[in-house]
């Protein structure tokens, strides 16, 4: 079994994935750019989280693909546009941004508990948290 699929059925054997276009939509990003030269673990857990809707899926899309035809070698490009995403929210939105950042920097996030985040918004963070570590550990 490649790293791919480890990683793939390492997040599915801890129910990690919302759905089967969750899982899918990761797996596609995973095998179309997982070889890249710009791949790390810190981008792999920002498909992790933009894979949980089409909307974030397609963002990532197209900013992958745009770094790819450009030949980039490292995500810092993506790390601005990250800032510059979550300067732009209004709302939970921006706590997302902040979190793929932080995945991109390989940081920690905490997320705090008396932040006000509707339910929705404050699960996928916790997923993707959780995701972090099983990454990690593989």
Same mark, same amino acid.
């Given at each position: 079994?490649? @790293?791919?699929?480890? @990683? =793939?059925?390492?997040? %599915? ?5 919302? %759905? ?10 995973? +095998?179309?750019?997982? +070889? ?6 810190? &981008? ?8 949980? *809707? ?6 990532? #899309? ?6 790819? #035809? ?12 990250? /800032?510059? #995403?979550? %300067?732009?929210?209004? *709302? ?11 995945? &991109? *920097? *390989? =940081?920690?996030?905490?997320? /705090?508990?008396? &932040? ?12 993707? #948290? /959780?995701?972090?570590? =099983?990454? +990690?550990?593989?």
């Amino acid at each position: 079994m490649n @790293w791919k699929d480890r @990683w =793939v059925n390492g997040l %599915d054997n801890e129910k990690l994935f919302q %759905d089967s276009w969750h899982k899918t939509r990761f797996k596609e990003l995973l +095998d179309c750019y997982g +070889d890249a030269p710009f791949f790390s673990r810190g &981008l792999c857990k920002c498909m992790y989280l933009s894979a949980w *809707d089409e909307e974030h899926f397609g963002i990532m #899309l197209e900013m992958l693909m745009s770094m790819s #035809l450009g030949h980039e070698t490292t995500t810092s490009d993506m790390r601005i546009n990250g /800032e510059i #995403l979550a %300067d732009q929210q209004a *709302d939970a939105q921006s706590i997302v941004y902040q979190l793929s950042n932080a995945f &991109l *920097d *390989d =940081v920690p996030f905490y997320l /705090e508990e008396t &932040l006000s985040i509707p339910k929705d918004i404050r699960y996928i963070i916790e997923k993707a #948290l /959780e995701a972090s570590a =099983v990454i +990690d550990k593989l």
